[in-house]
């Protein structure tokens, strides 16, 4: 399994929410901020502005674009990059919108109206990964980079289907589309992404991806910083210095993190007592694992098991 299939493996979606809008001139409308939350809106009809709290400068989506907001901050989608917006909140009020169907809002111009597919989808462990945590504050792709992508496209006029429906089984399917949207957006966003000194490039630089493989796959081993160093090919200290440059945490640092959330995947998805898991993520004793559990997460391994059962386990 590569690096990103390796991170995403631990990064599970943990609800969705999605709906469709028509919007018609003039209008916009501010998304507020929300920890643990990415957020999208696919452009299926017209066009629109989309400002992200922080930048400067809005971008135009055309038809076919789609906008990721991957942690969750603040934005304002509108017709026109200078109009004033209404708070998301009000502007469900006015709409009388209630959570089912099209959410219809704006004035009276309706030659070009603007049809979206949005949504949100709540990442299930508090803390990510340092790869998802420095993603910028919004990805954009272009329906031209989507096209390329023959499934993507007709995967979200599916999923605007599916939140019309009330099929059997509708909200699992939307939650596994939400976890492939997720995983796609990302890997398109590694792809073309440019260089600079971000996790993206550790896991292009072939010298680190080989470290964090070796640190994915074995965390049981019990790595120091040289023997790391000595897997990437680096001497200790310039290993040690690129590591922390691109990964924004020195190597032993990223390790424990990662041991952390391999342990909590395993205590969500298997019956293995605490003890092998502690060993299988590289603590000695299980004592030690708990130690290290309870301060990163607050809760005990055992706690954190029994709260994110399956609920036909319960």
């Known amino acids: 399994m590569d690096n990103l299939s390796e991170i995403l493996s631990v990064t599970k979606v943990k609800s969705s929410l999605y709906f469709r809008t028509a919007f018609t001139a003039p209008w916009g409308v501010t998304v507020p901020s929300f920890n643990h939350v990415a957020r999208f809106h696919y452009v299926?009809?017209?066009?629109?502005?989309?400002?992200?709290?922080?930048?400067s400068d809005p971008q135009c989506l055309e038809q076919g674009d789609l906008v990721v907001v991957p942690l969750g901050r603040a934005h304002t989608l509108s017709d026109t990059p200078d109009r004033k917006p209404t708070a998301l909140d009000r502007l469900v009020e006015e709409a009388k919108y209630e959570g089912d169907g099209c959410l219809v809002y704006g004035g009276p111009e309706t030659q070009a109206p603007t049809a979206l597919i949005c949504g949100h989808f709540?990442?299930?462990?508090?803390?990510?990964?340092?790869?998802?945590?420095?993603?910028?504050?919004?990805?954009?792709?272009?329906?031209?980079l989507i096209g390329d992508v023959e499934w993507l496209d007709e995967g979200l006029l599916f999923l605007s289907k599916e939140i019309?429906?009330?099929?059997?089984?509708?909200?699992?399917?939307?939650?596994?589309?939400?976890?492939?949207?997720?995983?796609?957006?990302?890997?398109?966003?590694?792809?073309?992404?440019?260089?600079?000194?971000?996790?993206?490039?550790?896991?292009?630089?072939?010298?680190?991806?080989?470290?964090?493989?070796v640190m994915h796959h074995r965390p049981e081993d019990r790595w120091t910083v040289a023997s790391l160093a000595a897997e990437a090919g680096m001497?200790?200290?310039?290993?040690?210095?690129?590591?922390?440059q691109l990964m924004g945490l020195a190597p032993l640092e990223y390790l424990t993190d990662w041991r952390l959330?391999?342990?909590?995947?395993?205590?969500?998805?298997?019956?293995?007592p605490v003890r092998v898991i502690a060993y299988q993520c590289g603590y000695e004793s299980e004592a030690a694992f708990a130690r290290a559990f309870k301060k990163r997460f607050g809760v005990s391994p055992g706690e954190y098991r029994r709260t994110h059962l399956p609920a036909q386990q319960h």
């Open 164 to 213: 019309d429906g009330d099929r059997p089984g509708r909200d699992a399917l939307v939650q596994r589309i939400s976890e492939i949207l997720l995983i796609q957006v990302l890997r398109q966003y590694l792809e073309h992404a440019p260089e600079g000194s971000t996790p993206v490039s550790a896991l292009r630089d072939p010298r680190l991806a080989r470290a964090l493989e």
């Open 235 to 244: 001497s200790r200290t310039a290993f040690a210095g690129r590591f922390q």
């Open 44 to 55: 299926s009809k017209g066009q629109c502005w989309v400002r992200v709290d922080g930048e």
């Open 261 to 272: 959330r391999k342990a909590t995947k395993l205590l969500r998805e298997t019956g293995s």
């Open 122 to 144: 709540e990442y299930a462990d508090e803390i990510l990964n340092p790869l998802l945590r420095q993603l910028p504050p919004a990805i954009v792709l272009r329906r031209t």
